[in-house]
């Protein structure tokens, strides 16, 4: 009999323990998805504020040195961020943020030895490669799994984060050539091919999620539309542009600072179902 009650109490013993060890675990493993949505947060402010380099240094490359001192805001900005993400153990592992940091390094400092093209095309690789990044947070921390109500809700750091990098580069190319009040057919061929992949954006995913997530806004995709037809018909369509920079770079930034605001809406979103997990 003795021995009976000591099995039956070593048995409930160890379904005791493993459910303690079983909860432990998975508080470790919403703790770390939160740390994650919180780097993943600094992952996208960082690359805003290169994104703001990059059309800012392009401006002044074609002689609107008026925006000099916005300029240095965003190193300054850039520099906060880094050394933030510097802190994360994971972004800070990894090769494509070595990469990141090596190539920061001597653009921030070169940039004005570079012509527009260049000066676009370095911005945007770094850029790139920090999206590439964000995404392998986002599949290491398994952040899509944490929305149950929205399956897609990857939509935020791939699809909407790219269209928004899209939206950063025309802002640079066009502000470039809205100061310089001239473009080259090879200029403009870039224009319709960035105009084209902005355009081809899920826009019943993108108004859903708007939706659900800030319905008090307008609609995004009536934003996006608008851009494309200043793009159209003041950039592409007109060798000599004679739109402002500044109106060109405020209707493009409207349209990106719409796209953050619901990534930003729908991280909060993620976050809320941490907090009522916890």
């Known amino acids: 009999m003795n021995t009976i009650l000591l099995i039956s109490a070593g048995v409930l013993s160890l379904i005791v323990l493993s459910s303690l060890l079983s909860w432990t675990l998975g508080r470790h493993r919403l703790k770390q998805r939160y740390a994650g949505l919180n780097t993943l947060k600094q992952l996208k402010n960082l690359i805003v504020s290169l994104q703001k380099h990059r059309g800012l240094s392009s401006a002044m490359l074609n002689g609107d040195k008026q925006q000099a001192p916005a300029l240095q805001q965003q190193q300054q900005d850039i520099k906060s961020y880094s050394l933030e993400l510097e802190n ?37 690789l770094m850029i790139k490669n920090l999206l590439f990044l964000s995404q392998d947070l986002a599949e290491y921390y398994s952040l899509s799994s944490l929305s149950k109500q929205y399956k897609n809700i990857d939509f ?99 349209v990106l600072e719409g796209l953050y605001q619901l990534f930003d809406a729908g991280i909060a979103h993620l976050e809320a179902q941490q907090n009522a997990k916890h």
């Open 88 to 124: 994360e153990a994971f972004v800070s592992a990894q090769s494509r943020w070595d990469s990141f940091v090596q190539h920061w390094a001597k653009l921030q400092h070169s940039w004005k030895d570079n012509n527009l093209e260049n000066n676009i095309a370095q911005h945007s």
């Open 156 to 254: 935020l750091w791939y699809e909407l984060l790219e269209t928004a990098e899209s939206i950063g580069q025309v802002r640079a190319l066009g502000s470039g050539l809205a100061a310089a009040q001239q473009s080259t057919s090879v200029e403009r061929i870039r224009l319709a091919f960035l105009h084209n992949k902005i355009g081809q954006i899920d826009a019943q995913s993108l108004n859903h999620f708007a939706h659900s997530f800030i319905p008090e806004k307008p609609t995004y995709q009536g934003l996006l539309e608008e851009l494309l037809i200043t793009i159209e018909q003041e950039l592409i369509n007109k060798p000599q542009p004679t739109i402002p920079v500044n109106e060109y770079f405020q209707q493009a930034t409207k």
